[in-house]
């Protein structure tokens, strides 16, 4: 299977007050195209740093992250931005829409950096809103009118409107219920099963049971791996095996 | 500690950067304040000061021409019933001579004295500085001739007469009451003894002259006790030539440029007044929002609104206090360059001294008006509640409309939210748009005085008839030299005005131009008000005589000349800055009435057939001109005037304030709007840092996004400058002459030139969009990673 990301001895180390603190060590990790990778791990245990190492969007003390053979760890933060605009997607936590846009703005505001035919990505924001539920009356609102889950979808389809080669997500519902929280793990695994590769954090089981990967991190090392296979509704035996996994690490 | 203090020190730590812009902007209005107060208090008093150390009394008057009669005895008889002192002396006057000064020459009365004036009771000379090596053949020159005159010691200084020319060697410069300023018309010498006595024996037939200083009777007044003095004067001998000063007009003229510093000054400081009470406001606001977690928190463990509205109260009140006491400071040292422009014109030396209500007047201002902005705006604390507080305020985002939609707009990306951020920032475009204006306006004001008073001197405020040159020849030759200078191809519409003095009421005196032919006048601008007279009962007067004796268009005037008098119809106000403001203008056959115009001399002034543009050039013309005519006529030749040079010499004073004031104010504009600038992005960049870092997650770089909130600035930049340029432009001169009126100027229409005001405009336009660049660098810091991990 051909992988998007590699790592190579991959460090964080924070300094606070004369104080070090190693977030992640030596970290060795190769992510794969067209798979849902979850990164799962106590609290503190360095999820989000790596999740944010390997998009680019934070720096490593020490090691390489080569993105599709490109080594992204010797970019500048302009060339970081660069290059996130077309092969990194994100979806967060707390949206992170902006507020001062509505939601065709929020989407166009991504897509501009790409696309330079408008016509082309209204088209194409048209699209993605409508897959992600998000029907045209919505369009034209603002982020505080709509609610945490509609925003959340509209922060998968502004992840999702470049055609970026991995979505990063930090736990996408962690601030939503589980009705709405559900639906915007629907709308990940539908885009997943159409061939979008994604790498999320979480520290939910029902959500981390989408992945077809899990990745367990304690201690700023990855812990262990387990592969679930593809995602179907309803399968016990899997979940199983994820809650056996979990078990196993400690969970 | 004091809970208060806690707050504020906490407070100031946590705003470092609002509180400095604030206290540079404070530094700045403090400083120019104090300026403005020290001028107005300190500098402006030392001229009144020195008139009464060195014993000015309340006025001069001066008798040349025919002095028979004059003797001791006579002039007691004149002096002695209204007066408390008196002081005569006998020297030499030079009328209407031109003297070097500055970048050309004066034409003004020159006095020559002997070393016995620095002894002298009244109006005693006193050395400022000399070169005591030069024993002889030397002059002491008043200290103007040094500060705006060009002259230092050990140069040489040249008295012309009837072709012969006496050469003296600078000495050392004076500090005199009468003479010390060119604006009085006059200027006083003292020459050695030896060589004073060479000058009285050559010329003191023609030039000898009596001066009296006189310290008046309480009750007497000045203007009144001077014209019946010349009338008595004129009555001893027809043909003596009076002329007279009060203190008080010497003074008013020493100290006018000095007053246009201070009020420029005063009214730079009004506007960022204003910029520093929008500021305030706006940080308090920003105060408000940024700490509404803690804020609701303080409350919640029991402050009080007042606790922490006095600790917001004293965090400004410290910046006030420390700005205004390092502004007035500031004040006091730089002051010597400003005094020494104000200097120049006072010809006065003037010793910055302490002065302790120029020195209080702007701190307590400062802090009293940082008082009252900062307890108004800050009164909002008191109504918000701990709970709503915590729950930051219960911001409902209310965007009414989705500005330039993204989807739709034709800009580019980078503009597009650009504009975005212009419209969801409207205070903040306010504030820009009226700082920028005011600043647009200070830059106006200072380009119409640096264009009027020093690039393209605006002639008619300075005198008011402009021409090339004036020949004056005696009765004699006035036929014959008339139709010389009419044959004559190099020169062109000649006309004949003459000066005389001529009296209202017997309270004063009016500078009177009798024109032949008012059609040819050159100063079209003269009469701002109803017309110039056409008739032989009509005359027009200066706009600040009519005021003050309440005169309208269509009164009757009663003007006397020695014995005559005639009741003449007002028919137009015309402006002038000379003669204290009060001059007239008659038709020859309008004076016919009061004295007999058929037999004085011939006055003739001209223009150049072919002006050149380089001012160098016209002075050779017009040398040439008058030395033919004095080659031709000699003695009958009385006086001469090249118009070009006076003008070089009278400007020199007004250039040198003019180009301070234009540098001055740009660059205090350019500092205001970086401040502004800078307190406006930092508390943008910093409300929009999530945004920011939403960006830069996105792919946004830090360039784009430092253009694209510099660019949201330029919308305000732009509508002010174009709306602050069109208004400057016209406002201009209305509001130029509300502070020359009491010069006499009752009308302005100084030349703006319009490409100067485009350049201030585009100038302060791209210099506030680089400085809007350089500002939002803040942005470079904001990381994606860091904003969004931190929320």
Same mark, same amino acid.
């Given at each position: 299977m051909k992988n998007i990301i590699e790592t190579k001895k991959l460090c964080k180390t924070f300094s606070n007050g004369g104080v070090q603190q190693h977030v992640l060590r030596n970290v060795n990790l190769e992510i794969y195209e067209g798979d849902f990778t979850i990164i799962m791990g106590a609290s503190g245990a360095g999820k989000s740093t790596l999740l944010y190492s390997l998009s680019g969007m934070d720096k490593p003390t020490l090691g390489s992250v080569s993105f599709c053979g490109t080594e992204i760890t010797k970019m500048n933060t302009d060339e970081l931005a660069l290059f996130r605009r077309s092969n990194c997607g994100f979806v967060f936590q707390q949206v992170y829409l902006v507020e001062s846009m509505s939601v065709l703005d929020n989407i166009m505001a991504a897509g501009l950096l790409v696309y330079k035919d408008k016509r082309t990505l209204l088209n194409k924001a048209g699209e993605i809103l409508k897959a992600v539920d998000i029907d045209e009356p919505l369009w034209n609102k603002f982020p505080t009118q709509i609610s945490g889950g509609e925003a959340q979808r509209v922060g998968i389809a502004r992840a999702l409107i470049n055609d970026p080669k991995l979505v990063f997500a930090d736990e996408p519902t962690g601030a939503l219920n589980s009705h709405t929280g559900k639906a915007v793990l629907d709308t990940l695994t539908k885009f997943n099963e159409k061939g979008q590769s994604i790498v999320m954090v979480t520290h939910d089981i029902t959500s981390a049971r989408r992945g077809n990967r899990i990745l367990y991190v304690k201690d700023g090392e990855i812990a262990g791996e387990c592969n679930l296979g593809k995602y179907v509704t309803g399968d016990k035996e899997r979940h199983q095996k994820l809650n056996d996994f979990l078990a196993k690490m400690g969970w | 500690m004091n809970k208060t203090l806690l707050l504020t020190k906490s407070n100031l730590r946590k705003n470092r950067g609002t509180s400095v812009g604030l206290f540079l902007l404070m530094v700045i209005a403090t400083c120019l304040i104090g300026i403005s107060l020290l001028i107005f208090m300190d500098c402006y008093p030392s001229v009144s000061r020195e008139a009464v150390r060195l014993k000015g009394g309340d006025g001069y008057i001066s008798i040349t021409g025919d002095?028979?009669?004059?003797?001791d005895e006579k002039i007691a008889e004149l002096f002695e019933d209204d007066t408390d002192s008196y002081y005569a002396y006998h020297d030499l006057k030079l009328s209407n001579h031109p003297v070097a000064f500055g970048n050309g020459e004066v034409v003004i009365s020159v006095d020559i004295c002997d070393d016995s004036a620095f002894e002298r009771p009244m109006n005693t000379f006193e050395v400022i500085t000399e070169d005591s090596s030069i024993a002889d053949n030397y002059v002491y020159l008043p200290y103007q001739f040094n500060t705006s005159g060009g002259f230092k010691t050990g140069d040489v200084f040249e008295i012309d007469n009837s072709g012969k020319t006496y050469s003296y060697t600078v000495k050392g410069f004076t500090n005199v009451v009468y003479g010390g300023c060119n604006n009085t018309a006059l200027f006083a010498l003292v020459l050695d003894n030896d060589s004073y006595e060479t000058l009285w024996n050559d010329t003191h037939e023609e030039f000898e002259n009596i001066n009296v200083i006189y310290d008046l009777k309480d009750g007497v007044k000045n203007g009144e006790f001077r014209i019946r003095t010349f009338n008595e004067i004129l009555k001893v001998s027809p043909l003596a030539v009076t002329e007279g000063y009060d203190i008080d007009g010497v003074i008013s003229n020493r100290t006018f440029i000095g007053l246009i510093i201070a009020v420029s000054f005063l009214v730079a400081t009004s506007l960022i007044i204003v910029a520093i009470a929008m500021m305030l406001a706006n940080s308090i606001s920003n105060y408000i929002k940024e700490n509404m977690k803690t804020l609701g928190a303080l409350k919640a463990i029991g402050y009080t609104g007042k606790d922490i509205k006095s600790s917001l109260v004293v965090w400004f009140l410290v910046i006030a206090v420390l700005s205004s006491i390092i502004g007035i400071v500031l004040a006091y040292l730089v002051m010597p360059v400003f005094a020494s422009i104000v200097i120049g014109q006072m010809g006065v030396p003037y010793v910055e001294s302490f002065n302790l209500l120029a020195t209080l007047i702007p701190i307590v201002y400062v802090i009293l008006f940082t008082l009252v902005v900062t307890v108004i705006c800050a009164n909002k604390i008191s109504k918000i509640l701990p709970i709503v507080a915590l729950r930051e305020g219960v911001e409902s985002h209310n965007f009414k409309k989705n500005h330039v939609a993204l989807s739709k707009s034709s800009l580019s990306l980078n503009a597009s939210l650009a504009m975005k951020t212009f419209f969801s920032n409207m205070k903040q475009n306010v504030i820009t748009f009226i700082v920028l204006g005011f600043m647009v306006f200070c830059c106006v004001i200072s380009l119409l005085l640096y264009e009027n008073?020093?690039? *393209?001197? *605006?002639l008619d405020i300075l005198t008011t008839e402009i021409c090339a040159g004036v020949v004056t020849s005696d009765y004699d030759t006035r036929e014959e030299v008339l139709e010389y200078l009419e044959n004559r191809s190099d020169i062109k519409n000649i006309r004949e005005i003459i000066n005389m003095n001529v009296y209202y009421n017997d309270e004063e005196s009016l500078f009177c131009y009798i024109v032949k032919d008012l059609s040819k006048m050159n100063n079209k601008n003269l009469c701002y008000k109803g017309r110039l007279p056409e008739y032989d009962n009509e005359i027009a007067v200066s706009g600040s005589f009519a005021k003050a004796y309440g005169f309208g268009i269509g009164d009757e005037i009663k003007i006397d000349y020695g014995d005559n008098s005639y009741d003449y119809l007002i028919t137009g106000f015309i402006q002038t800055t000379n003669n204290s403001g009060r001059e007239a203008i008659l038709s020859y056959k309008a004076a016919d009435h009061i004295m007999d115009i058929d037999n004085i001399p011939g006055w003739y002034w001209f223009d150049l057939t072919n002006e050149s543009d380089d001012v160098d050039e016209n002075i050779d013309e017009v040398n040439r001109i008058i030395e033919e005519c004095e080659d031709k006529y000699g003695n009958h030749i009385i006086s001469t005037m090249n118009f070009y040079k006076m003008i070089g010499g009278a400007m020199t004073t007004f250039q040198g304030i003019s180009v301070m004031m234009l540098i001055v104010m740009c660059s205090i504009s350019v500092v205001v709007i970086a401040l502004i600038l800078y307190l406006l992005i930092k508390s943008l960049v910093y409300h929009k840092r999530r945004d920011y870092g939403i960006y830069k997650a996105l792919g946004y770089t830090s360039g784009s996004l430092m253009l694209q909130t510099a660019m949201s600035f330029m919308p305000s930049v732009i509508a002010s400058a174009i709306v602050f340029s069109i208004v400057s432009y016209n406002v201009a001169n209305p509001y130029i002459s509300m502070f020359m009126r009491a010069f006499g100027l009752m009308k302005c229409d100084f030349a703006i030139p319009v490409p100067g005001v485009v350049a201030i405009a585009a100038g302060l336009t791209v210099v506030s969009f680089f400085l809007a660049l350089l500002q939002t660098r803040r942005i470079k810091k904001i990381e994606a990673y860091n904003m969004l991990v931190a929320e």
């Open positions: - | 002095l028979e009669g004059f003797t008073f020093s690039r *393209k001197p *605006k």
